[in-house]
Nanobody, 122 residues
Framework: QVHLVESGGGLVQPGGSLRLSCTAS????????MGWFRQTPGNQRDLVAA???????SYGDSVKGRFTISRDNAKNTVYLQMNNLKEEDTAVYFC????????????????WGQGTQVTVSS
């Protein structure tokens, strides 16, 4: 059974930074593509960033140049470094395991974390 635990959310002022972490169990982590998605009330979950087991990355257009996804296979952990945060980044951020990264886009996998709230506000 896949288990994903996120941490690192919180309240930050515009222009600030946060780093989210997601630790996975129940998967062969180094072979598992991981992703971050976010969701606001009444809307679908949208891709923030994804990373393959080999380190290939993909980003949503609104976060390119500001967010960086990375992974530490020794710790079974994927990170999302978020810089220059904007109020529109406010959302619940979800970790996802088993994403599929293709030229046509990124599809989410079946396994989700519980989500962590990120609020950007002055």
């Amino acid at each position: 059974q896949v288990h994903l635990v996120e941490s690192g959310g919180g309240l930050v002022q515009p222009g600030g930074s946060l780093r989210l972490s997601c630790t996975a169990s129940g998967v062969i982590f180094s072979f598992t593509a991981m992703g971050w998605f976010r969701q606001t009330p009444g809307n679908q979950r949208d891709l923030v960033a994804a990373i393959s087991g080999g380190g290939t990355t993909s980003y949503g257009d609104s976060v390119k140049g500001r967010f960086t996804i990375s992974r530490d296979n020794a710790k079974n952990t994927v990170y999302l470094q978020m810089n220059n945060l904007k109020e529109e980044d406010t959302a619940v951020y979800f970790c996802n395991a088993g994403v599929r990264i293709a030229r046509s886009g990124v599809a989410s996998g079946d396994d989700w974390g519980q989500g962590t709230q990120v609020t950007v506000s002055s």
